[in-house]
């Protein structure tokens, strides 16, 4: 049996920590020797249930592998605990095409999220004993901007009360994978640039307005040190043996979506293909992946594989295959040509498709002039990616003219406008009064040149999950506008979008069963 030493052994790592057979931490300084394409897996608007983003992934991966003289690793987010016991479960593929051991990372893993969660809550809890300490940074409670975070679904926490008689005030935790850390984590370079970005974390503003960052609360190295083994990626392995960093998790709809640029560096570095995946629909990871990280990454990707189901299609069309195709088009065309990709489209097969309906989405994306190929990875593994693997090899092939969809220049709210009119299809933007607000500060922290990150549903171009299909025309509420000048980004709260989720009536947790060490019903 492959064992994690056997795959460190063949990649030519030796700066590394085992975490028993299966998994390893390996050095963040320590990179190969390769210069690889790089493949970006997204997919249309999904059902609650998803489009199989990661299975896919790992299928393509492992297909690519089994055609001679290539090779490829995966780049993959870490799963958060709050869909693995909320409505998803697991994320680390299903059927032939699963990370392993598939429990160990859907649960505490290395303990990044830990270290995260850790990491962000020190810095809130220095905020608020800086405040009792006489408050000699004259923080004005009202205008905190760093939030407490857990890795966990609790709709309590969307809303509590925090500080002493004197000082109380109304506060919200957000998810882990939502937190300021995570998405430094996954944008930085390094160590060096995570502890620069940890610093430049605004936390609140003075009462005269000024801002406050880590570094005046003087807990920068303290932040960093509950990091210092979370900034390593994860290397686990397939089950065809095929590597895959796994390493940050960021959620697409609430956050930027990708895993780190550590592990997607390395993962280039290391093989002829490097497969990573963007949050949900493309409207929201692949998106922010080409707007936010790209320019970070210094790379676009060579392929993009935009996932359709037959399930998802039907969703978007309220029950009918055809007319969800809406759905289909207004990705494709986002993908060709407002970022430009080389595409190909991949039909990922579930239990219960037809054959005319599988073949009549694949002769629908031939007439718009884009290859497309069924995947079946889920039932046979590499065997079931072989004709994607094949076309993402053609895809890659061709000369990358891919590109971000707005320059630095554009004023933040520009950036939102463009977003939202030529990837969402919306008619007009509407701020709120307590958005302009913040775009007012924006505007005096002259951080204009920061990109942006919606928070949106991402069952809907729109802000309402409810309106499916490829809808124009429509007016997107921004409700809020967050400065994260750590990660360096603004984020924008659209519609009535939450960055705490919630648990569904029947909860995934509950279907968890345990035998001893083994733990079933997380997939």
Same mark, same amino acid.
Request: glycine fraction near 8%.
């Given at each position: 049996m492959t064992t994690i030493l056997d795959i460190l052994k063949n990649l030519k790592i030796k700066n590394y920590t085992t975490y028993g057979k299966d998994i390893a931490k390996v050095d963040e300084t320590f990179v190969g020797k390769k210069q690889g394409k790089l493949v970006l897996v997204t997919a249309i608007s999904p059902t609650k249930s998803g489009n199989g983003k990661t299975t896919v992934s790992i299928g393509l991966a492992d297909a690519l592998n089994k055609i001679k003289k290539t090779?490829?690793?995966?780049?993959?987010?870490?799963?958060?605990?709050?869909?693995?016991?909320?409505?998803?479960?697991?994320a680390t593929g299903g059927g032939k095409c699963l990370l392993v051991p598939s429990s160990d990372i859907n649960l505490h893993f290395t303990g990044d999220m830990h270290a995260i969660t850790a990491a962000n809550n020190l810095i809130c809890a220095c905020i608020d004993n800086s405040i009792y300490q006489g408050n000699p940074l004259d923080i004005d409670i009202n205008k905190i901007l760093f939030n407490r975070c857990l890795d966990c679904n609790d709709r309590a926490l969307r809303s509590i009360?925090?500080?002493?008689? %004197?000082?109380? $005030?109304?506060?919200?935790?957000?998810?882990?994978?939502?937190?300021?850390?995570?998405?430094?984590?996954?944008?930085?370079?390094?160590?060096?640039?995570?502890?620069? $970005?940890?610093?430049?974390?605004?936390?609140?503003?003075?009462?005269?307005?000024?801002?406050i960052y880590v570094k005046d609360l003087e807990i920068t190295d303290a932040v960093c040190s509950l990091m210092i083994n979370a900034i390593n990626p994860n290397l686990v392995r397939s089950l065809a043996d095929t590597p895959a960093f796994v390493h940050g998790g960021p959620?697409?709809?609430?956050?930027?979506?990708?895993?780190?640029?550590i592990a997607t560096k390395k993962a280039l570095s290391y093989?002829?293909?490097?497969?990573?995946?963007?949050?949900?629909?493309?409207?929201?990871?692949?998106?922010?992946?080409?707007?936010?990280?790209?320019?970070?990454?210094?790379?676009?990707?060579?392929?993009?594989?935009?996932?359709?189901?037959?399930?998802?299609?039907?969703? %978007?069309?309220?029950?009918v295959l055809e007319a969800g195709l809406c759905n289909l088009k207004r990705h494709i065309e986002n993908l060709k040509v407002k970022f430009n990709a080389n595409l190909v489209v991949a039909v990922n097969k579930f239990t219960g498709?037809?054959?005319?309906?599988?073949?009549?989405?694949?002769?629908?994306?031939?007439?718009?002039g884009v290859d497309a190929a069924i995947c079946d990875a889920y039932n046979n593994g590499a065997s079931g990616a072989m004709d994607l693997a094949n076309m993402v090899i053609k895809a890659a092939s061709k000369t990358n003219n891919a590109r971000s969809l707005y320059s630095s220049d554009l004023k933040i709210e520009k950036k939102i406008e463009k977003i939202a009119k030529e990837v969402y299809g919306a008619g007009s933007v509407s701020l709120s009064d307590n958005a302009k607000?913040?775009?007012?500060?924006? %505007?005096?922290?002259?951080?204009?040149?920061?990109?942006?990150?919606?928070?949106?549903?991402?069952?809907?171009?729109?802000?309402?999950?409810?309106?499916?299909?490829?809808?124009?025309?429509?007016?997107?509420?921004?409700?809020?506008?967050?400065?994260?000048?750590?990660a360096g980004f603004i984020v924008a709260v659209c519609g009535k979008q939450l960055l705490m989720p919630a648990l569904p009536k029947q909860p995934n947790a509950c279907k968890v069963k345990l035998d001893r060490k083994k733990i079933v019903a997380l997939d």
């Open positions: 090779s490829a690793i995966l780049s993959l987010r870490e799963p958060s605990m709050g869909p693995v016991f909320g409505l998803k479960g697991g009360e925090v500080g002493d008689k %004197n000082n109380k $005030r109304k506060e919200n935790f957000v998810i882990t994978p939502a937190s300021e850390i995570m998405a430094i984590l996954c944008l930085s370079s390094d160590f060096e640039d995570f502890r620069k $970005r940890v610093s430049k974390i605004i936390v609140a503003l003075s009462t005269k307005g000024k801002p959620f697409a709809n609430i956050a930027h979506g990708a895993s780190s640029i093989a002829d293909y490097a497969i990573t995946e963007a949050g949900f629909g493309a409207d929201l990871g692949a998106e922010k992946f080409f707007n936010v990280v790209c320019p970070k990454l210094g790379k676009y990707p060579d392929a993009v594989v935009l996932i359709a189901t037959v399930n998802a299609l039907k969703y %978007n069309g309220n029950g498709d037809s054959k005319a309906e599988l073949d009549f989405v694949i002769n629908y994306c031939k007439r718009l607000e913040k775009l007012t500060q924006i %505007n005096k922290l002259k951080l204009n040149s920061l990109p942006v990150i919606m928070a949106k549903t991402q069952y809907s171009f729109t802000a309402d999950e409810k309106v499916l299909g490829a809808p124009t025309g429509f007016i997107l509420e921004i409700n809020d506008l967050q400065i994260k000048s750590g």
